[in-house]
């Protein structure tokens, strides 16, 4: 009986041990769970910063123009002027919108700014890989104001692009650089997007070009309703095909 009693009281005694033992690792699991939740403040910092650079866009302004399927976001600081609304009205130009940075002081003799244009529906628009060409052609025949540095392969609105940088002295007393993005849609119809920057000034400009070009949206159905013969702006004369140089029309041969 009296080993039976204390067999009881070292159970009890163990139970007691391992119950204290179990709470003790319990509350510091709580400790060590409230201490991570607390000290885990620069590790959820660290893993949203993608978002907060993407906040960073967000607080772009947002240009719309459904008629021509257009979708853009620009920088907070520029201004914009919209040139057309309806690719159906007869028009003797392709500007759709003209964006434009704010003058940097006194001294600014270019203010960097974005044309968007749109050329078409045209006969003379087939293809990116034709309209490219043309371009090209139509960028040498003016050597003596303008000048290629890069072409390559780009996107636009999620749509095939190509990518021109070149240098332009055709304004006077000022160098420019400019990009111009381009893509061809219903095979008839270019989306042309022109950056234009004083040379100088030109890659510290480039990165907020570079977000609206990747920003854009274009709606591939706005314009097939539209028809050649309604719309039919800045044509050169004769059969010669034709491109856009700044937002005006070159011919291609």
């Not at 007691?16 to 769970?33: E, G, Y």
């Not at 403040?41 to 459904?66: C, G, H, I, M, R």
């Amino acid at each position: 009986m009296k080993s039976f009693v204390n067999s009881s009281k070292f159970k009890s005694k163990n139970t007691k041990i391992v119950s204290s033992l179990f709470l003790a690792l319990t509350l510091q699991l709580s400790i060590m769970v409230m201490g991570l939740s607390h000290s885990s403040s620069p590790f959820v910092l660290s893993q949203t910063f993608p978002y907060a650079e993407a906040q960073v866009d967000e607080a772009f302004k947002t240009y719309e123009n459904p008629k021509f399927g257009l979708t853009v976001s620009y920088p907070p600081t520029w201004s914009v002027v919209e040139l057309r609304k309806d690719p159906a009205a007869p028009s003797n130009n392709s500007f759709v919108a003209i964006f434009n940075s704010p003058a940097q002081g006194e001294n600014d003799q270019f203010a960097e700014n974005v044309i968007i244009n749109v050329q078409g529906p045209r006969s003379d628009v087939a293809s990116l890989e034709q309209y490219t060409e043309n371009s090209l052609t139509a960028f040498r025949n003016m050597s003596d104001t303008i000048k290629i540095v890069k072409s390559g392969k780009d996107t636009l609105g999620g749509l095939p692009a190509q990518q021109l940088i070149y240098t332009s002295t055709g304004m006077e007393g000022v160098n420019q650089k400019k990009m111009q993005v381009f893509a061809v849609v219903n095979n008839n119809t270019a989306y042309v997007v022109t950056f234009a920057a004083e040379e100088s000034q030109y890659d510290k400009s480039v990165p907020d070009f570079e977000k609206m070009v990747n920003s854009i949206k274009i709606d591939r159905e706005a314009m097939k309703n539209v028809q050649e013969n309604q719309n039919q702006p800045t044509k050169t004369s004769g059969k010669a095909p034709t491109v856009l140089i700044d937002g005006k029309s070159y011919s291609g041969t």
